[in-house]
């Protein structure tokens, strides 16, 4: 790397430092002024707030990364602008592509980094701190275990289910055996159905069997298409034991899905929710590459104002693209990996479009 690298590449990662730095203060400030009265009321040790700011943080940095790679380039660039360093450089036969190619370069290597940490640190260190949150803090009941891909739930002392499949918009689980315990723990009736749905107020089961086991050894077989039972709870008592694909890692979840896939189960949510999780940290290049060109504009015409807000608007842009072909992707309209990466080759290629047809 030549000596005008390594000082563009420098004074960017200073720049992008602090830039990481002031966001990660803001986001945690908001978010402490958000929990801190449901924290009060809950009498949480200190101690525990501290671990859960903690465990929040690797998930903070890597959602204001994006950001801070284009408010980091933008004023990089800027302040080069300004100081006529720019024309100098250009003035002595670097062009623009070369000068600008370690802003890139760093893009690159940061995505790969956090697509590295979105597949372990990431979702544990989520994991974590929900759970400080939700079990330490709030004291609530931890609804359902992921043992060998599959949902173990126990809504009273005498009942366990254990499901393939939550779905909490559709008020429905898939591939749904319930034990039901005598008080000795024996096991006098099982159930075993396609489907769990809530309808008009009641859990109803849908295409199963009714096993009950006698004292004298028989086995009593009820089938039936649809059957009411009695559950002490409602829909979203079972959102928590829906698998979150944010709280896993890559191994696990593509564990799952094939799990689900394995078993006739839709899977095409989660499919499209792991890869969407894999490209997304590739925005922080498009953002490079976004940045750049807009950056470097004649600053005597407003060009840099003008850069800012346009690469802003265009930032924005990417996010709500990449929501519509996730959400295309849960329903079917698009595959899985053109949900999930669309909107990068998308701006990818605006974005090198951009950076080569800027005047060297």
């Given at each position: 790397?030549?000596?005008?690298?390594?000082?563009?590449?420098?004074?960017?990662?200073?720049?992008?430092?602090?830039?990481?730095?002031?966001?990660?203060?803001?986001?945690?400030?908001?978010?402490?002024?958000?929990?801190?009265?449901?924290?009060?009321?809950?009498?949480?040790?200190?101690?525990?707030?501290?671990?859960?700011?903690?465990?929040?943080?690797?998930?903070?940095?890597?959602?204001?990364?994006?950001?801070?790679?284009?408010?980091?380039?933008?004023?990089?660039?800027?302040?080069?602008?300004?100081?006529?360093?720019?024309?100098?450089?250009?003035?002595?036969?670097?062009?623009?592509?070369?000068?600008?190619?370690?802003?890139?370069?760093?893009?690159?290597?940061?995505?790969?980094?956090?697509?590295?940490?979105?597949?372990?640190?990431?979702?544990?260190?989520?994991?974590?701190?929900?759970?400080?949150?939700?079990?330490?803090?709030?004291?609530?009941?931890?609804?359902?275990?992921?043992?060998?891909?599959?949902?173990?739930?126990?809504?009273?002392?005498?009942?366990?289910?254990?499901?393939?499949?939550?779905?909490?918009?559709?008020?429905?689980?898939?591939?749904?055996?319930?034990?039901?315990?005598?008080?000795?723990?024996?096991?006098?009736?099982?159930?075993?159905?396609?489907?769990?749905?809530?309808?008009?107020?009641?859990?109803?089961?849908?295409?199963?069997?009714?096993?009950?086991?006698?004292?004298?050894?028989?086995?009593?077989?009820?089938?039936?298409?649809?059957?009411?039972?009695?559950?002490?709870?409602k829909p979203q008592d079972f959102r928590q034991a829906a698998v979150i694909p944010e709280e896993m890692t890559y191994?696990?979840?593509?564990?799952?899905?094939?799990?689900?896939?394995?078993?006739?189960?839709?899977?095409?949510?989660?499919?499209?929710?792991?890869?969407?999780?894999?490209?997304?940290p590739f925005v922080n290049l498009m953002m490079v590459l976004l940045g750049i060109p807009f950056a470097l504009y004649?600053?005597?015409?407003?060009?840099?104002?003008?850069?800012?807000?346009?690469?802003?608007?265009?930032?924005?842009?990417?996010?709500?693209?990449?929501?519509?072909?996730?959400?295309?992707?849960?329903?079917?309209?698009?595959?899985?990996?053109?949900?999930?990466?669309?909107?990068?080759?998308?701006?990818?290629?605006?974005?090198?479009?951009?950076?080569?047809?800027?005047?060297?």
């Amino acid at each position: 790397m030549s000596i005008i690298s390594r000082y563009i590449l420098k004074e960017y990662l200073k720049i992008f430092a602090m830039v990481v730095a002031i966001l990660s203060v803001v986001y945690l400030t908001i978010d402490f002024l958000e929990k801190i009265r449901k924290f009060a009321e809950a009498n949480a040790e200190v101690l525990l707030v501290m671990q859960y700011f903690l465990y929040r943080l690797p998930r903070i940095i890597f959602d204001i990364a994006p950001l801070a790679v284009l408010i980091s380039t933008l004023l990089t660039l800027g302040l080069f602008s300004k100081n006529n360093e720019i024309i100098a450089m250009k003035s002595s036969g670097i062009s623009v592509l070369r000068l600008t190619m370690p802003l890139v370069l760093f893009g690159l290597f940061l995505s790969g980094l956090l697509f590295v940490l979105n597949g372990s640190l990431v979702p544990s260190t989520h994991k974590k701190a929900k759970t400080i949150q939700e079990v330490k803090i709030e004291k609530r009941n931890q609804e359902g275990n992921l043992v060998q891909n599959k949902i173990w739930l126990r809504p009273d002392s005498r009942t366990i289910f254990n499901i393939e499949l939550v779905e909490p918009d559709k008020q429905t689980m898939r591939g749904v055996d319930i034990y039901y315990l005598g008080n000795d723990f024996s096991l006098p009736e099982m159930i075993e159905a396609e489907e769990l749905s809530y309808r008009e107020g009641h859990w109803q089961l849908s295409k199963g069997i009714h096993r009950t086991f006698r004292a004298d050894g028989t086995v009593e077989i009820e089938r039936f298409d649809e059957k009411i039972i009695p559950l002490n709870k409602k829909p979203q008592d079972f959102r928590q034991a829906a698998v979150i694909p944010e709280e896993m890692t890559y191994g696990r979840l593509e564990s799952y899905i094939n799990r689900l896939s394995r078993d006739g189960l839709d899977a095409t949510r989660y499919r499209v929710d792991l890869l969407g999780r894999q490209a997304f940290p590739f925005v922080n290049l498009m953002m490079v590459l976004l940045g750049i060109p807009f950056a470097l504009y004649d600053r005597r015409s407003a060009g840099v104002a003008r850069g800012a807000a346009i690469s802003l608007a265009l930032a924005l842009a990417y996010w709500l693209v990449f929501s519509i072909t996730i959400s295309l992707g849960h329903t079917d309209v698009l595959p899985p990996w053109l949900a999930a990466w669309g909107a990068n080759l998308l701006f990818l290629g605006v974005g090198s479009y951009l950076l080569l047809n800027i005047k060297q």
